[in-house]
């Protein structure tokens, strides 16, 4: 009897566990699998200057659960410190800021780990430190920075082709910068929902149009609670049919012709029902102009096809084993593998599942036909088969971030680029009065560039630097005004304005060691007095 009991009962639900709570809204954004890169990284800070905006950055990768961290810092605590640092209070004067910002920010997530260098006053050696600790992930440092320190980061970020992320915070001014390990391929873009959508309506497969003729045989006999509820998928493949019978079996592809098709869809819609009109069949008359599209390639994965890897160990990591398979698949059928998600719509729910289905089997089977392409050439065996089905139903989105184009890990500042950058962006400001666009951030970055080494420096050695690096730019009005702004700082941070940019790094940072949704590419310039962003490619 009791066995019977127990066969009837339903099976226990298990809530969520103690570390799905935690991180809830975080794993909503990026999953268990960006969740485990983040677990599994391992971070290093060189602090430098007043340290405020390095140390509100880790704050902000501390509290999703980056895995361990490193600060390098070599500042004693002074009374400076505690008026721009929130990590540090009186009990700290005198000690190590490192140490001191290291087990205050471990407070804030026991399951992070955490260590700092130097263990003693006047015994830094950033070279010793990289090359006895674990692998980093990924490499920050803050401005201004000695030119020593700076080429073993670049040495380091080099050889173990390591992300670097530098960032600059004086006064009300700050900038940040990711410096990419040459291509910088992201698959797991995030794009909004309404785009993912491909419903190849103009290169259906046999079991859809199959589908779509069974619910629409004799489509003018159905009843009105049928015909109300056909799925808009089905309304638009058999109404091209249609059309394409008195068009000698062409498309509806020119706007004109849309209209047309539009048109003649709505013509179809039933009016003379309790409800004076059909839903189903104005999400199909809504659908025409961006579904009823031939297939295209574009722009990102047209980017990672023509991309050419240099490196043996790149050319032979798993993302270019699939892009090539991917891109074979492609030259083969003239479109991309189906990404297999269907919109919600108007439509009976076992109908409406059916029509799931259909176009989940196929996503299923192009992905099975460009996993065995993979498979097929040296290493693709170890492939995860996941990832196969993640870089196809992501495939029109996928994202190429070739950073070598605007100065690697060892281009700190690109003279020639920055020039033609400079050259531009002054000539918009001429006219920006015109045409009501806001002015260029550049100078804010050329006068913060030209305190990288320098804790401080007057007005006038600032605008000499800047010369140095773009010729005629330390005339420009706005770059002098920059200048002085940043002479008046004196190397001095403002903790709100750090802790704004610390938020944005962070976000950054997180984007590249989980590899999810499109990091800036490659340079955040912040203005704190009138509240607004640039970003440039430099």
Request: proline content about 6%.
């Amino acid at each position: 009897m009791t066995e019977v009991v127990m066969e009837q009962m339903p099976p226990v639900l298990h809530g969520p566990t103690e570390k799905q709570r935690k991180y809830d809204r975080q794993l909503r954004l990026w999953a268990e699998s960006g969740q485990a890169a983040l677990e599994s990284a391992n971070l290093l800070l060189v602090n430098s200057g007043c340290g405020t905006v390095g140390v509100e950055t880790l704050k902000n990768l501390v509290l999703p659960g980056i895995g361990r961290f490193t600060i390098v810092d070599d500042a004693v605590v002074s009374e400076a410190d505690l008026g721009v640092n929130f990590f540090l209070d009186e009990g700290s004067l005198g000690k190590m800021r490192g140490q001191c910002s290291t087990e205050l920010l471990l407070e804030l997530n026991p399951e992070v780990h955490g260590d700092w260098y130097p263990k003693t006053k006047g015994d830094l050696n950033l070279e010793k430190v990289l090359a006895t600790s674990s692998t980093f992930t990924l490499i920050m440092y803050t401005n201004p920075i000695r030119p020593a320190d700076l080429a073993i980061i670049q040495a380091y970020g080099k050889q173990h082709k390591t992300p670097v992320v530098l960032v600059h915070s004086a006064g009300f001014y700050s900038y940040f910068r990711i410096l990419l390990p040459g291509a910088f391929p992201i698959v797991d873009t995030h794009p909004d929902e309404t785009a993912t959508t491909d419903l190849r309506l103009l290169t259906p497969w046999p079991e859809l149009v199959e589908f779509a003729k069974e619910l629409t045989r004799d489509i003018d006999s159905l009843d009105n609670h049928v015909h109300g509820h056909l799925p808009f998928v089905v309304i638009l493949l058999h109404y091209l049919d249609e059309w394409r019978a008195t068009h000698d079996g062409a498309y509806p592809l020119k706007y004109a012709e849309k209209i047309a098709f539009r048109n003649l869809v709505q013509s179809k819609m039933r009016t003379d029902n309790p409800e004076g009109g059909e839903e189903n069949f104005e999400e199909a008359v809504a659908a025409v102009l961006r579904a009823v599209q031939p297939t295209s390639l574009p722009s990102g994965i047209r980017e990672v096809f023509d991309y050419k890897p240099t490196d043996p160990q790149e050319d032979g990591s798993p993302f270019w084993i699939i892009a090539e398979a991917v891109k074979k698949f492609y030259e083969k059928h003239r479109c991309l593998p189906v990404p297999g998600n269907v919109p919600d719509m108007k439509a009976e729910s076992e109908v409406y599942i059916k029509l799931q289905n259909i176009y989940k089997a196929k996503a299923r089977q192009d992905a099975a036909e460009v996993l065995k392409m993979v498979q097929a050439v040296p290493g693709g065996r170890d492939v995860d088969p996941a990832e196969v089905g993640l870089f196809c139903k992501n495939a029109a989105f996928v994202k190429l971030i070739n950073a070598s184009a605007g100065g690697g890990i060892d281009t700190i500042l690109n003279s020639e680029r920055l020039a033609t950058v400079a050259a531009q962006e002054f000539s918009n400001d001429e006219m920006a009065e015109e045409t009501l666009t806001p002015l260029s951030l550049l100078p804010i970055y050329l006068a913060l560039y030209a305190t990288s080494h320098v804790e401080s420096s007057t007005r006038e050695q600032i605008v000499s630097e800047i010369a140095k690096a773009v010729p005629g730019a330390g005339v420009n009005q706005r770059v002098v005004q920059a200048a002085e702004e940043v002479a008046r700082a004196e190397g001095g941070e403002l903790h709100n304005i750090s802790a704004l940019t610390g938020g944005m790094v962070a976000q950054e940072v997180i984007k590249v060691i989980t590899k999810q949704y499109i990091p800036i590419d490659n340079t955040c310039i912040f203005d704190g007095i009138g509240s607004r962003c640039q970003v440039l490619r430099l």
